[in-house]
């Protein structure tokens, strides 16, 4: 029994601090109107971002492999996006130790810089975006509508690594869903990458 308990803080030690739970599908976008500051200097919120059919929110860093990985379709998904009328925001969230581990602001102009970002990459003061978002990994997408409600959460698709073999492209379905005023088929998949980094309590 004692195991068993020391065992269980051990895993309660090991979860991310952060403790709201997370959004679900149908819930309003939170805290659009927080300003944000993007690589560029410019401050900016989720509602400044929305557009006509919604928002994606990609909660996203510098240094998660997973995150590396993915990075080559971030630009077509914002192409994607805005031809769909969909806004398309990133958000790095990773608040401990920030500067010392690469999530720096001059660190996220230098990274944006090397993939040619053609979208916003700002920074989640105190993680709080995340911590309203109940967003727990990097990447972690977010796909609100013209209502700005909640229509996608999840992963980007089932193949982080191998492009090519990519079999279910959850995110690109469920933009065209969007842009088309059609019902998304798969609405909720779970978010593969690296824990966000969120600062000790």
């Not at 991310?16 to 500051?37: C, H």
Request: hydrophobic share 40%; charged share 25%; proline share 3%.
């Amino acid at each position: 029994m004692k195991q068993a308990i020391k065992y269980f803080f051990i895993f309660i030690l090991g979860l991310p601090f952060s403790f709201a739970s997370e959004l679900e599908i149908g819930a309003s976008m939170p805290m659009g109107d927080v300003k944000m500051t993007d690589i560029s200097g410019k401050k900016v919120s989720l509602n400044d971002v929305k557009m006509e059919n919604g928002l994606i929110v990609n909660f996203s860093c510098n240094s998660c492999p997973w995150v590396i990985a993915w990075q080559d379709r971030y630009n077509s998904l914002s192409e994607l996006s805005n031809k769909n009328k969909i806004g398309f925001i990133t958000i790095n969230p990773n608040t401990k130790n920030r500067a010392k581990i690469g999530e720096g602001l001059d660190d996220m102009r230098d990274f944006s810089k090397k993939y040619g970002h053609n979208f916003l990459y700002t920074v989640d003061k105190g993680a709080e975006l995340a911590t309203a978002f109940g967003a727990t990994k990097t990447p972690h997408i977010y796909l609100f509508d013209g209502k700005g409600k909640l229509v996608y959460r999840g992963a980007i698709d089932d193949n982080a690594r191998k492009p090519n073999k990519v079999k279910k492209t959850y995110l690109m379905d469920a933009i065209q869903a969007v842009g088309k005023g059609q019902t998304i088929t798969v609405a909720e998949t779970r978010a593969l990458g690296c824990g966000i980094k969120f600062a000790e309590k």
